[in-house]
């Protein structure tokens, strides 16, 4: 299956965490945390349609800023998710700032926050340059039972609330399923390639009876006057597999409720993104600042069945330590380090 989330580690292993997500064939592009944002070029910012903040400690806040900067001017919507209080974080940012000539800028900025709490709703507040970035409360969002948070394009983001001594959120971004058609079935069949294999994935993916009707025409012309089959006929055209999943867990404390909801979150992730601050030997420094070590994040990966794994907020007590850090979070996950750093798992 060819990849279809592209996350890039902003600032390297020890740097702010920070995660940029690009989902082939998608225009918009999704911003895990926004602590140092230097490594974006202004095109690739101006993509972010959603902004998931995991707390607002400053490493993973601080460069808001220039992705504001950026966005005034242009007629945009962005999604932002963070913890519980964060809509009132957000504004204060906002009013740092003096809007008294926001009228003459014809495009309208516009920020949907949603807070993730852990509660049965989800907080809702909307900030708009047109009315100075004032509070508008929206309807809350009713919690779901697996922590979807929002849907932007293909994707879904999951959440949940770890403890860091403060709310952080650990986040789930994952796509649809994958539909693909088989060409040699199709011909077998005697069936044409063309804009009706649209319908007929979508038939199969909103799970439609087998006597659903899809209309079967080569050229867009031909819609109307075509030959109708039922798709239970048809449904062995198309072969589904799970979308790729991919998770991100940073600044959480190794407790046991932590590790039950960071498993969950990242139960089956083709790619894991997770903190490893400390080193094995240092677990109650770990402990005491509430992070992780290598060993605890690599037994989450293992536990949670990750295929691939990406280790990164290391600190910078161990100057020159990455390869070391990396092989204790490979053995604890039962897998091993590839040349990229990358740890690699069963199946991976």
């Known amino acids: 299956m ?26 918009g592009a999704v911003l895990l ?29 601080a460069g808001f800023d220039r992705l504001l900067r950026l966005l005034i001017g242009r007629e945009k919507r962005l999604a932002v998710v963070g913890p519980a209080g964060f809509a009132q974080r957000l504004f204060h940012r906002l009013g740092a700032y003096t809007w008294n ?29 047109h009315n100075g970035f004032a509070r508008e409360e929206l309807a809350p969002l009713p ?46 069949q005697g069936l044409p390639v063309g804009p009706w294999l649209a319908g007929l994935k979508a038939a199969v993916a909103e799970g439609r009876p087998d006597d659903h009707p899809v209309a079967v025409f080569a050229r867009p012309s031909g819609a109307r006057e075509a030959a109708v089959m039922p798709l239970g006929e048809l449904r ?24 039950e909801a960071a498993i969950a979150l990242a139960r089956g992730a083709d790619i894991l993104l997770i903190e490893a601050p400390f080193a094995a030997a240092d677990a109650a420094i770990a402990l005491d600042r509430r992070h992780l070590t290598t060993r605890a ?5 293992r ?30 996950a039962g897998g091993r380090v590839a040349p990229g750093g990358e740890i690699l798992l069963s199946g991976g």
């Open 303 to 332: 536990a949670a069945g990750a295929r691939r794994v990406e280790p990164f907020h290391f600190s910078p007590r161990y100057p020159g330590g990455e390869a070391w850090l990396l092989a204790e979070v490979a053995e604890a």
């Open 297 to 301: 994040a690599g037994k989450i990966a």
């Open 236 to 259: 062995d055209l198309v072969s589904v597999t799970p979308g790729q999943r991919l998770a991100y867990l940073t600044d959480f404390a190794d407790t046991p409720g932590n590790r």
């Open 33 to 61: 945390d926004c602590g140092d944002l230097s490594a974006l070029s202004p095109r690739h910012l101006l993509r972010v349609e959603l902004l998931a903040v995991s707390h607002a400690h400053m490493d993973h806040w």
């Open 101 to 129: 000539l926001a009228h003459r800028i014809p495009a309208d900025l516009v920020f949907e926050v949603t807070e993730v709490t852990g509660g049965a709703e989800m907080p809702r507040t909307r900030l708009r340059l």
């Open 2 to 27: 060819t990849p279809t989330l592209h996350p890039r580690l902003l600032n390297g292993r020890g740097g702010d965490p920070g995660v940029y997500v690009e989902a082939l064939h998608h225009p």
């Open 143 to 188: 919690a779901e039972a697996d922590g979807t948070v929002l849907r932007t394009g293909p994707l879904r983001l999951r959440a949940a609330v770890l403890d860091h001594g403060t709310p952080s959120l650990g986040f789930a971004l994952e796509e649809g399923l994958h539909l693909n058609v088989w060409r040699t079935r199709l011909e077998a």
